[in-house]
T-cell receptor
Framework: DAKTTQPTSMDCAEGRAANLPCNHS???????VYWYRQIHSQGPQYIIH???NNETNEMASLIITEDRKSSTLILPHATLRDTAVYYC??????????FGKGITLSVRP | DAGITQSPRHKVTETGTPVTLRCHQT?????MYWYRQDPGHGLRLIHY???????DKGEVSDGYSVSRSKTEDFLLTLESATSSQTSVYFC?????????????????FGEGSRLTVL
């Protein structure tokens, strides 16, 4: 499975959009981009996934570049409860997903 | 909520003792996974299962074994616990969806089992 690269941490102001970048330059054609987050010591929570097209759900939007080598997770109106570690993962359908260290997002009041 | 329960949630044991962690699901999902999480390492896959009696190794499988004798239960066993296995263990299941093409899965995680080996 392809590897991903994320910054270690970032912060944003409450109410503003949080844009979390991810590089996956070795992604192959049949691999999806998944995003998960983990709040404090809870189990990770699925957010969104995509293959080629941009995706949006009630939690976030996923923007994938045309060459699929990078993506951005967008939380449109960050709240304090969005403070968490966010994991960007790539993998084929039904493959075992390998989590890296993720990016720590801190939302400040 | 995908109906996942882990037990025990907390356990303290001594080096050399056997330990079994249980992951139970109520919705007959085929794929189940065991991860461990340690500071500085993120989540690492230990073993996974793609059906009854069908299991395979993940990236950190040494020192662990698993069994899946029925769909709803996936057991993780430490035959002889060591201090390096002190960790938080997460079970996950894969919920499959039909997309008119390749099947795409998303993982639902349990609440974790905190194991301390003294």
């Amino acid at each position: 499975d392809a590897k991903t690269t994320q910054p270690t941490s970032m912060d944003c102001a409450e109410g503003r959009a949080a844009n979390l970048p991810c590089n996956h330059s070795t992604i192959s054609g049949n691999e999806y981009v998944y995003w998960y987050r983990q709040i404090h010591s809870q189990g990770p929570q699925y957010i969104i996934h995509g293959l080629k097209n941009n995706e949006t759900n009630e939690m976030a939007s996923l923007i994938i570049t045309e060459d699929r080598k990078s993506s951005t997770l967008i939380l449109p109106h960050a709240t304090l409860r969005d403070t968490a570690v966010y994991y960007c993962i790539v993998g084929g359908a039904n493959s075992k997903l390998t989590f890296g260290k993720g990016i720590t997002l801190s939302v400040r009041p | 909520d995908a109906g996942i329960t882990q037990s025990p949630r907390h356990k303290v044991t001594e080096t050399g003792t056997p330990v079994t962690l249980r992951c139970h699901q109520t919705e007959n999902h085929r794929y189940m996974y065991w991860y461990r999480q340690d500071p500085g390492h993120g989540l690492r896959l230990i073993h996974y299962s793609y059906g009854v009696k069908d299991t395979d190794k993940g990236e950190v499988s040494d020192g662990y074994s698993v069994s899946r004798s029925k769909t709803e239960d996936f057991l993780l066993t430490l035959e002889s616990a060591t201090s390096s296995q002190t960790s938080v263990y997460f079970c996950a299941i894969s919920v499959l969806g039909l997309a008119g093409g390749p099947v795409v899965g998303e993982l639902f995680f349990g609440e974790g089992s905190r194991l301390t080996v003294l």
